[in-house]
């Protein structure tokens, strides 16, 4: 499945964001906690931790919409994607193609109906086809000797209502990234707030 050609990997590090609870997003940036990984079934780029690209608004907004969130808080963090599955790339998206017909060549074969992704809205939050496809692709990545596995996916998602009438632009875009491998994370911090008193470099 999976391999690596001279240009896999991403080369630079980046900002992530991450919607929570204001005293989890301190206690982890102090090293007191660590974030756990999503397993839910309808995850959008599989199982793991996830994080707004350079995107606080969109990841304090998640937290403060979450009916679970009582004061909600960002935590930043610095990532580096390594071997990443990167869905804005043609070489990544193809491998989506083999994750499908394996999929539903597994649930022919006993007999189970295939994931659906669902929701209210045009959107589907609850994606649990595309989750499925990204697991399986993993699973064959980590049966293959030849392979090598995914230290981080990265999406991009257009959601939410069109800006402007017959835009193709949505009010809720964002790229999203799906960290694998823990040690991806290079560091956690508390995102400050601008000094007016000087330009931002």
């Known amino acids: 499945m999976a391999k690596q050609s001279l240009y896999s990997k991403r080369a630079n590090l980046i900002i992530g964001f991450h919607g929570c609870e204001k005293n989890i997003a301190e206690k982890i940036a102090c090293g007191e906690e660590d974030l756990k990984k999503s397993i839910n079934d309808y995850d959008w780029l599989g199982n793991g931790v996830y994080f707004w690209e350079n995107n606080y608004?969109?990841?304090?907004e998640?937290?403060?919409?979450?009916?679970?969130?009582?004061?909600?808080?960002v935590l930043g963090a610095v990532i580096d994607l390594g071997y990443c599955m990167d869905l804005l790339d043609s070489e990544f998206i193809q491998e989506l193609k083999i994750g499908y017909d394996t999929l539903?060549?597994?649930?022919?074969l006993i007999g189970s109906p295939?994931?659906?992704?669902?929701?209210t809205t045009p959107d589907k939050l609850l994606r649990k086809l595309d989750c499925a496809v990204i697991e399986?692709?993993?699973t064959l990545n980590?049966?293959?000797?030849?392979?090598?596995?995914?230290?981080?996916?990265?999406?991009?998602?257009?959601?939410?209502?069109?800006?402007y009438p017959g835009a193709f632009f949505k009010e809720k875009n964002h790229i999203q990234i799906c960290v694998r491998n823990p040690n991806c994370i290079?560091?956690?911090?508390?995102?400050?707030?601008i000094d007016g008193n000087f330009i931002i470099p």
């Open 104 to 108: 539903l060549a597994t649930m022919e």
């Open 136 to 138: 399986v692709i993993h």
């Open 114 to 119: 295939m994931p659906v992704n669902k929701g």
């Open 142 to 163: 980590e049966e293959d000797n030849n392979s090598v596995s995914y230290d981080s996916v990265r999406g991009v998602f257009w959601e939410g209502e069109e800006i």
């Open 57 to 60: 608004n969109r990841a304090f």
């Open 186 to 193: 290079k560091g956690y911090f508390i995102p400050r707030i």
């Open 62 to 73: 998640w937290a403060e919409k979450s009916k679970k969130i009582r004061e909600p808080g």
